[in-house]
């Protein structure tokens, strides 16, 4: 039986028992000599994809953590009046509050920027269904934007129409460059 | 008649094995709770238009369950039932795969882009898919797949994985447009969603086969064809979507055939293969090596690793697709084909190496196995017919032969001997290495079969 002829060379050498780091080693000799099964050829490559994979998907969670870092937030808000329907002749908005607009609405959001503090440097930005910025201020303090309360969404750039979707409004406070944390925000959906 | 211990002796299991019936039908429950619970909340909760069809389309999922059900059913059937049984299964699949073309057309499009729409769309996807099913199953070389299974991999893909991933999906955007700053880093999370929740959606569809067809999941290989037609078949179903969506969009702007006409050209011609089929190949693999592995726990790693590739194969593409901008020039349509090439060729030539190193070794043991076959002596393998049965090439032109001998039947009762004589050594492999369920009457039953075939071929 193989098991019992592996486990007589374990044992002994020329009648002397093996121990410790030798025994080890003869075990793994055991294992060198035995037949190659080349299955294992394909586990160790599909090892070596996974490798690769854990590495890719921490990129990715690094780049997450870039982007939104970890920390206490500034504890500040940003008072978003609404969206609404705009006119861009006058560039005044028109009716009440909206949550849905058509394709060939204009809409603009309205930001009350005197409740922010000076210290920090804010931008306010629209995003399209397909996360295209289409317009937005800044970046900069809040006293330099207070001039800039209605903040249209543009029709993206050889449109006719805005594009069908989830329009996401964002007040971003920035640190360096980067958009580190939301003051406020306001979903509207444009229907197709 | 041998006796017990010699059969047993003869027949070697691997003792205290989880029963995978019980396994799969855990998963399968696990799945009809997810789903029904998904399509419910979706509906009561986000009333997403996707949720809506997938309420309406759990009808859909049923019939492909019962299809397949009866699919697998049919296997256990005498030959004479089987056939009947089968024809039941493809009629299910076909009532399944309609009706949910219909609800994606009355509930996600038929109101934008258009009934005529929708059905261009799916007309100009079916060829495509059809084209890379029959090469992923060509894929196989020594022993193709069942059509009846790499198709009811393929409707898994389209209709089941494609439901598993509307609430997942829909409640995570919900949560992170809500949360996160948008940019780089919401982008970065809508990739993680896409890559976990559609790659395990179209992976348990690969598992499930690999639990309940034993028979028909021999190693890398088959794990990488019936991967690759889930992915096909998500592919399928997700180019409509992207097609019809765009042309409700840009149809305004006169720009909707154009677009739906590129989406189609990068979904179904440049990312065929380099896309969901890839992705879900890489699952198919890892689950294939698994199935020849000795030790539960490295069973376990192999598939964990599988779906780990496919994953970061998927998040890769979502989240740094904008790496690589499209100008809108004719240089444009250089950059789109580099841009895949450069971002999913390399996990396609992963899953093409691992294809290639699973053939190099089936064909091997194939090899090994027919040339013992051939010393028994018994009239299965002639020692003549080893090198013949080895080579595809071989294979075909023998068939060949025989039309010139007889006629087209004798052809086709050639390809049933050669496709026995395969299946035997295959289980002759199995069983040497001892990761075979079927009892070792079943391998004298197909010693019968390639026998009896023989004598049609008149050899």
């Given at each position: 039986m193989?098991?019992?002829?592996?486990?007589?060379?374990?044992?002994?050498i020329?009648?002397?028992?093996?121990?410790g780091?030798?025994k080890?080693?003869?075990?793994?000799?055991?294992?060198?000599?035995?037949?190659?099964?080349?299955v294992?050829?394909?586990?160790?490559t599909?090892?070596?994809?996974?490798?690769?994979?854990?590495?890719?998907?921490?990129?990715?969670?690094?780049?997450?953590?870039?982007?939104e870092?970890f920390?206490?937030p500034?504890?500040?808000?940003v008072?978003i009046?609404?969206?609404?329907?705009?006119?861009?002749?006058?560039h005044?908005?028109?009716?009440?509050?909206?949550?849905?607009?058509?394709?060939?609405?204009?809409?603009?959001?309205?930001?009350?920027?005197?409740?922010?503090?000076?210290?920090?440097?804010?931008?306010?930005?629209?995003?399209?269904?397909f996360?295209?910025?289409?317009?937005?201020?800044?970046?900069?303090?809040?006293?330099?934007?207070?001039?800039?309360?209605?903040?249209?969404?543009?029709?993206a750039?050889?449109?006719?129409?805005?594009?069908?979707?989830?329009?996401?409004f964002?007040?971003?406070?920035?640190?360096?460059?980067?958009?580190?944390?939301?003051?406020?925000?306001?979903?509207?959906?444009?229907?197709? | 008649?041998p006796?017990l211990?010699?059969?047993?002796a003869?027949?070697p299991?691997?003792r205290?094995?989880?029963?995978?019936?019980?396994v799969?039908?855990?998963?399968?429950?696990?799945?009809?709770?997810?789903?029904i619970?998904?399509?419910?909340?979706?509906?009561?909760?986000?009333?997403?238009?996707?949720?809506r069809?997938?309420?309406?389309?759990?009808?859909?999922?049923?019939?492909?369950?019962?299809?397949?059900?009866?699919?697998?059913?049919?296997?256990?059937?005498?030959?004479?039932?089987?056939?009947r049984?089968l024809?039941?299964?493809?009629?299910?699949l076909?009532?399944a795969?309609?009706?949910?073309?219909?609800?994606?057309?009355?509930f996600?499009f038929?109101?934008?882009?258009?009934?005529?729409?929708?059905?261009?769309?799916?007309?100009?996807?079916?060829?495509?898919?059809?084209?890379?099913?029959?090469?992923v199953r060509?894929?196989?070389?020594?022993?193709?797949?069942?059509?009846?299974?790499?198709?009811?991999?393929a409707?898994?893909?389209?209709?089941?994985?494609?439901?598993?991933?509307v609430?997942?999906e829909?409640?995570?955007?919900?949560?992170?447009?809500?949360t996160?700053v948008?940019?780089?880093?919401?982008?970065?999370?809508r990739?993680?969603?896409?890559g976990?929740?559609?790659?395990?959606?179209?992976g348990?569809?690969?598992?499930?086969?690999?639990?309940v067809?034993?028979?028909?999941?021999?190693?890398?290989?088959?794990?990488?064809?019936y991967?690759?037609?889930v992915?096909?078949?998500?592919?399928?179903?997700?180019?409509?979507?992207?097609?019809?969506?765009?042309?409700?969009?840009?149809?305004?702007?006169?720009?909707?055939?154009?677009?739906?006409?590129?989406?189609?050209y990068?979904?179904?011609?440049?990312?065929?293969?380099?896309?969901?089929?890839?992705?879900?190949?890489?699952?198919?693999?890892?689950i294939?090596?698994?199935?020849?592995?000795?030790?539960?726990?490295?069973?376990?790693?192999?598939?964990?690793?599988g779906?780990l590739a496919?994953?970061?194969?998927h998040?890769?593409?979502?989240?740094?697709?904008?790496?690589?901008?499209?100008?809108?020039?004719?240089?444009?349509?250089?950059?789109?084909?580099?841009?895949?090439?450069?971002?999913?060729?390399?996990?396609?030539?992963?899953?093409?190496?691992?294809?290639?190193l699973?053939?190099?070794?089936?064909?091997?043991?194939?090899?090994?196995?027919l040339?013992k076959?051939?010393?028994?002596?018994?009239?299965?393998?002639?020692?003549?017919?080893?090198?013949?049965l080895?080579?595809?090439?071989?294979?075909?032109?023998?068939?060949?032969?025989?039309?010139?001998?007889?006629?087209v039947?004798?052809?086709?009762?050639?390809?049933?001997?050669?496709?026995?004589?395969?299946?035997?050594?295959?289980?002759?492999?199995?069983r040497?290495?001892?990761?075979?369920?079927?009892?070792?009457?079943?391998?004298?039953?197909?010693?019968r079969?390639?026998?009896?075939?023989?004598?049609?071929?008149?050899?």
């Amino acid at each position: 039986m193989v098991p019992k002829q592996k486990k007589a060379a374990d044992t002994a050498i020329r009648g002397r028992p093996i121990r410790g780091r030798l025994k080890a080693l003869t075990r793994l000799a055991g294992v060198a000599a035995g037949p190659r099964d080349p299955v294992f050829t394909l586990y160790r490559t599909l090892l070596a994809y996974g490798a690769v994979a854990i590495l890719i998907l921490l990129a990715g969670a690094a780049e997450f953590i870039y982007f939104e870092p970890f920390g206490k937030p500034a504890g500040i808000t940003v008072h978003i009046a609404g969206v609404y329907r705009y006119d861009p002749t006058t560039h005044k908005t028109l009716g009440p509050d909206q949550r849905t607009f058509t394709r060939s609405d204009s809409f603009a959001a309205v930001v009350d920027w005197s409740g922010l503090p000076d210290s920090i440097t804010v931008q306010a930005i629209w995003y399209d269904a397909f996360q295209n910025v289409v317009g937005g201020v800044g970046p900069g303090r809040p006293s330099e934007l207070s001039a800039d309360t209605v903040i249209p969404a543009k029709v993206a750039e050889g449109l006719k129409y805005h594009l069908p979707g989830q329009y996401i409004f964002a007040v971003e406070r920035l640190d360096g460059n980067l958009p580190v944390e939301v003051l406020g925000r306001r979903i509207v959906l444009v229907e197709r | 008649m041998p006796g017990l211990a010699t059969l047993i002796a003869a027949n070697p299991r691997p003792r205290q094995r989880p029963t995978r019936y019980v396994v799969a039908i855990l998963v399968a429950a696990v799945l009809v709770v997810v789903m029904i619970a998904n399509s419910v909340l979706d509906f009561a909760y986000f009333d997403t238009i996707p949720g809506r069809t997938s309420l309406y389309g759990l009808l859909a999922v049923a019939l492909v369950a019962l299809a397949t059900y009866v699919g697998v059913r049919a296997f256990d059937r005498d030959p004479k039932t089987r056939a009947r049984h089968l024809v039941r299964a493809g009629v299910l699949l076909g009532l399944a795969a309609l009706l949910w073309l219909l609800f994606s057309d009355v509930f996600l499009f038929a109101g934008s882009a258009g009934p005529g729409v929708a059905v261009a769309c799916t007309l100009a996807c079916v060829p495509t898919t059809a084209f890379g099913l029959f090469v992923v199953r060509r894929l196989d070389r020594n022993e193709k797949e069942p059509w009846r299974l790499v198709l009811v991999a393929a409707a898994w893909g389209a209709i089941v994985a494609t439901s598993l991933v509307v609430w997942g999906e829909s409640l995570w955007e919900a949560v992170a447009v809500r949360t996160l700053v948008p940019g780089p880093g919401l982008d970065a999370s809508r990739a993680f969603s896409a890559g976990l929740l559609e790659e395990l959606g179209k992976g348990t569809a690969v598992l499930l086969l690999f639990l309940v067809m034993r028979n028909e999941f021999d190693d890398v290989v088959d794990g990488i064809v019936y991967g690759a037609a889930v992915g096909l078949g998500f592919n399928f179903m997700e180019s409509i979507a992207y097609m019809t969506n765009i042309y409700a969009v840009l149809s305004p702007e006169g720009a909707g055939g154009v677009a739906a006409g590129f989406q189609w050209y990068a979904r179904q011609v440049l990312g065929l293969f380099m896309g969901h089929a890839t992705y879900t190949a890489l699952i198919g693999a890892g689950i294939g090596i698994a199935r020849q592995l000795p030790s539960r726990r490295r069973k376990v790693i192999a598939i964990v690793m599988g779906f780990l590739a496919a994953i970061a194969a998927h998040f890769s593409w979502d989240a740094w697709l904008s790496f690589f901008p499209i100008e809108s020039s004719l240089l444009g349509l250089v950059e789109v084909h580099l841009r895949t090439v450069l971002m999913t060729g390399p996990f396609t030539a992963g899953v093409v190496v691992l294809l290639v190193l699973g053939l190099r070794n089936e064909s091997a043991a194939l090899a090994d196995q027919l040339r013992k076959e051939a010393a028994l002596g018994g009239g299965t393998v002639l020692p003549q017919e080893v090198a013949i049965l080895t080579s595809p090439w071989k294979r075909w032109r023998e068939r060949m032969r025989a039309v010139d001998r007889g006629n087209v039947r004798a052809y086709f009762t050639l390809a049933r001997l050669q496709a026995a004589q395969l299946d035997l050594a295959m289980e002759r492999w199995h069983r040497e290495r001892q990761e075979i369920d079927t009892p070792l009457e079943a391998e004298d039953e197909l010693r019968r079969q390639i026998l009896k075939l023989r004598g049609q071929a008149a050899f």
